[in-house]
């Protein structure tokens, strides 16, 4: 993660879950007009599109003997695994309708991007071959699931669902057979319950992936312990337990504890790289008890604890490598502090922001020496343009008010562009330009936004009172 990435995620305040809402995407595709005859038939084109020039638009006979169908442009599914999935047998009798029914049946499912269909005809039948490019598969994830582990229920759908491999579009047919799946399978446990899923964006690494999520025997919390004996003992872990115990068993829950209450403990020891095992759920089926059941045991494997070995830079020029050298708080062989180590690569993007390089990255490698336990860093920077100051906006002041606040900006128009003064301003400038003009300064909030021209390295400052 690049630092100025890490910032502004910090400056958003804590993760939080973004479930979006679920959207269709098909493309409706028009029977083909070409008769079946000797020779292929044009691609079927989408709603909207005009027929290919030159085409024969005689009638068709109404139905035909399909010899052959396959399915071509999947690099994920075999043509049989797809053909299984649109109702079309060698051997039967076939009209056009039936094979765009077939097509729009591959729509549904959300699996492809992009279909299209042609066929020839010949004496032993109608041979059709349907083409398509597969849609993103995103990751999947089982939310709340106590009572069985993550590989049964993957197992529980890849039995059912031939278009499963691992991942799930976005949205489709599929989703629901992959959610019908996870349901009939609870069902063979005793376990009655409803199946949904929708797309989020991780909670974590903000990456978008499909969340099946169950509902109609919620269990609640009853324990949780760690592998580890710093988790164990450490009083600001425990002390936010509460956060989970007695509530609904969330994984997602789970995992946000691990990374924002326990992660940050061992990082703050030099524990650099921590990892979080699956957790080892206990949970019986669900009955009408009151009291929590769920029993959680988290795996942690804390790593070496490593000191401080040094840093070199590439890429800078507007900063000098004395200048970043001196962000450093740590000396060679000191303990390194995971959260310090944070907070250095955010003050490189703040040292940058006060000099208008307002779009620099600084993106760490760690090179980790495992039997000296010593930590090197290779920092690559990429700079970007230096802005310059053009235009601040205001809007929400009154005549004096405004006045106040033009007069506090000192970045004059053309001149280099300060973030620090800029962030200052927002924080507590423009309030202060209140005092002694006899207005009170009642605002809540101001809404700001920077508007970049990287072509012209000129940014704007939009400054709305509310």
């Given at each position: 993660m690049t630092c100025r990435n890490a910032r502004h995620r910090r400056r958003d305040g804590a993760v939080r879950l973004r479930f979006l809402a679920s959207f269709a995407a098909a493309l409706c595709l028009l029977a083909l007009c070409a008769p079946l005859r000797a020779q292929d038939a044009p691609a079927a084109v989408a709603q909207g599109a005009a027929p290919q020039a030159g085409v024969p638009q005689t009638a068709a006979p109404a139905s035909a003997k399909l010899a052959k169908v396959s399915v071509t442009g999947s690099t994920r599914f075999t043509s049989d695994q797809i053909v299984a999935e649109i109702g079309l047998k060698q051997g039967q009798n076939v009209t056009r309708g039936d094979l765009q029914s077939a097509a729009d049946k591959l729509t549904q499912l959300g699996t492809f991007a992009k279909i299209a269909y042609r066929f020839s005809s010949a004496p032993d039948g109608v041979t059709v071959e349907y083409q398509v490019a597969d849609a993103p598969g995103l990751p999947i994830s089982f939310d709340n699931f106590p009572w069985v582990g993550e590989d049964d229920l993957r197992n529980a759908i890849?039995?059912?669902?031939p278009l499963y491999d691992g991942t799930g579009p976005a949205n489709g047919r599929v989703l629901d057979q992959m959610a019908d799946a996870v349901r009939q399978y609870l069902l063979t446990k005793g376990i009655v319950v409803q199946v949904s899923h929708?797309?989020?964006?991780d909670p974590l690494t903000g990456q978008m992936t499909v969340a099946f999520v169950s509902a109609g025997a919620e269990e609640d919390v009853k324990s949780i312990d760690f592998s580890d004996g710093l988790a164990n003992t450490n009083a600001a872990i425990q002390q936010r337990l509460a956060d989970l115990i007695?509530?609904?068993f969330s994984l997602t829950a789970l995992k946000l504890f691990e990374a924002e209450q326990?992660?940050?403990?061992y990082m703050n020891r030099g524990l650099l790289r921590i990892t979080?095992?699956?957790?080892?759920?206990?949970?019986?089926s669900p009955t009408a008890a009151?009291?929590?059941t769920v029993v959680v045991h988290v795996e942690i494997d804390a790593?070496?604890?490593?000191?401080?070995?040094?840093?070199?830079?590439?890429g800078n020029a507007a900063l000098?490598?004395?200048e970043l050298n001196a962000l450093v708080s740590f000396k060679p062989g000191e303990q390194t502090d995971g959260t310090k180590i944070q907070a250095l690569w955010l003050s490189i993007a703040d040292a940058y922001g006060h000099k208008g390089y307002l779009d620099a990255t600084a993106t760490p490698t760690p090179q980790f020496d495992d039997q000296a336990h010593r930590v090197n860093y290779n920092v690559a920077i990429v700079e970007g343009p230096q802005y310059k100051m053009d235009d601040l906006v205001l809007s929400g002041l009154s005549v004096a008010g405004e006045r106040a606040v033009r007069s506090a900006w000192t970045i004059q128009q053309g001149q280099v562009f300060d973030e620090t003064f800029y962030n200052a301003f927002v924080d507590s400038g423009a309030k202060n330009s209140f005092s002694g003009i006899g207005i009170p300064y009642e605002y809540q909030r101001i809404d700001h936004f920077l508007e970049k021209d990287p072509a012209s390295a000129k940014v704007n400052v939009l400054l709305d009172f509310k």
């Open positions: 890849k039995a059912v669902v929708t797309p989020m964006s007695g509530k609904p326990v992660e940050p403990i979080f095992k699956p957790p080892v759920v206990q949970a019986p009151t009291t929590p790593g070496a604890q490593y000191t401080w070995g040094g840093v070199s830079w590439t000098s490598a004395s």
